[in-house]
């Protein structure tokens, strides 16, 4: 059921204080959340809730709470953490009075992640429409655009054989226990010394040893898989919930260090792919590839995400440069006029190639369009802030629909840093202005 519609009584209380008596008005967070059209997002979320149950949380709460975790970098324990003793947060998100306590569970916020789904884009949006509402994003900006797609890892450790093998002993032990099955034998211990071992072998570079204690591992788990089954034979309830669970295990045991075609590189994440980025820090990174929009000329209040996705299965990124380009139009609702990429978007599917420039070509590139093109890895250091200013570094979100949502609230964030940056700056000169203005009045006095 939709929340009531949260109003201000806009008098006092005796035993709380105003919100907006004990903060400065004029903070650019508080200007932030006055540009934000927060009914409009409501509106648009509506259809999301059911006409029945008890009325569900304030719309701007929830995403205000996203929000702030996004500026500023935050976990979801330390935006809650941080609302109860930040009058600004509480602030942004509806508040009228200052809060002592959180009025909610954390765990709100995964279950909101997960209702809005699509509807994450929306967020995008709003923050493109609040920058050109203030200034620090012009039209003009959006039809020149670059194009280029990152990894986004995925909160898992390097994964070995060992540590996989090892992993999905653990893994199905934990869920025969949680059902109630009592296993022959669990081998966690003898697990977790040969995996041990196993790495310690290998830094060591006895491969015989450490092949010695890869077979232990894999002996061992096809045990538990053989004993699962035969306590689940005829089961229809236990055999759904293992099926995913021992072909994951089955899969992890049978795989090689060396082999081609499709590998599990987690157990509890078997979305994660192995992407190879030729870097000599990291020549392989386990995640999902994600493509990133910015503005090439630099705006007023500089580069924004002006589309942001998740692209799984790992595709080749000129397969993916038209869908790219007609989803930022639709997001922006400005045509693209000229696209820079770099020389991974080879053989794109564009319907019109002249429209999109790569990185070292020569024919076709002079004046503007060979300026523009030089611009083209300015989108670098945006991928580094969204990295480490925002969580686009590691993604702790559960499958593929983490993964997506990570991505754009992400580039939300980044957006809405370049606002507050942009409304701060703007501050900073109206009150230089004035002081000028000011200093100037008594010798003009004078000189009367």
């Known amino acids: 059921m939709r929340p009531k519609k949260h109003r201000t009584t806009g008098s006092g209380d005796l035993f709380r204080a105003r919100l907006d008596q004990i903060i400065n008005m004029k903070h650019e967070l508080v200007q932030l959340a006055g540009k934000v059209d927060w009914d409009w997002i409501d509106g648009e979320i509506a259809p999301l809730y059911s006409e029945n149950g008890r009325p569900g949380i304030a719309t701007r709460f929830v995403i205000g709470l996203l929000l702030l975790k ?28 200052f809060q002592h306590a959180f009025p909610h569970e954390r765990s709100d916020l995964s279950h909101w992640r997960k209702r809005l789904g699509d509807k994450l884009e929306l967020l995008l949006a709003e923050s493109l429409r609040v920058a050109h509402q203030a200034g620090a994003l012009r039209s003009q900006d959006l039809k020149r655009v670059t194009v280029d797609t990152t990894v986004q890892p995925k909160a898992i450790t390097f994964p070995t054989d060992a540590k996989l093998l090892h992993a999905a002993i653990k893994g199905l032990n934990r869920l025969a226990k949680r059902h109630g099955i009592r296993l022959r034998q669990s081998y966690l211990r003898i697990a977790k010394t040969a995996a041990m071992m196993a790495g310690r072998y290998a830094h060591a570079k006895q491969f015989r040893r450490h092949q010695r204690q890869l077979r232990i591992l894999r002996s061992r788990l096809g045990r538990i898989i053989r004993d699962i089954r035969r306590k689940i034979d005829g089961q229809a309830v236990l055999e759904n919930a293992f099926a995913l669970p021992l072909s994951r295990a089955s899969q992890i045991r049978s ?69 790219v380009i007609d989803r930022a139009e639709t997001l922006t609702g400005c045509p693209i006029e000229r696209a820079y990429v770099d020389k991974g978007y080879r053989g794109h599917d564009v319907q019109n190639p002249r429209r999109v420039f790569i990185s070292g070509q020569k024919r076709g590139v002079f004046g503007a369009i060979k300026r523009e093109l030089r611009r083209r890895s300015a989108i670098e250091p945006i991928i580094g802030h969204l990295k480490t200013d925002g969580h686009l570094g590691r ?44 200093s100037r009045r008594p010798a003009l006095k004078s000189a009367s």
């Open 70 to 97: 996004h500026i500023y970098g935050l976990s979801d324990e330390g935006v809650c953490e941080r609302w109860v003793h930040d009058p600004y947060f509480q602030y942004f998100t509806g508040e009228e009075f």
């Open 255 to 323: 795989q090689q260090q060396r082999q081609r075609g499709w590998k599990l590189y987690s157990f509890h994440a078997p979305e994660v792919e192995c992407i190879g980025k030729g870097k000599a820090a990291a020549p392989y990174e386990f995640g999902v590839k994600a493509s990133i929009v910015t503005n090439n000329r630099r705006a007023p209040g500089g580069l924004f995400v002006l589309h942001a996705r998740a692209l799984p299965d790992n595709p080749y990124d000129g397969h993916t440069l038209r869908d």
């Open 395 to 438: 993604c702790y979100l559960k499958g593929r629909a983490g993964d997506a949502a990570n991505v754009i609230l992400s580039a939300v964030g980044h957006n809405f840093r370049r606002i507050l940056a942009w409304l701060r700056a703007l501050s900073c000169l109206i009150l230089t202005v004035l002081i000028a203005a000011i």
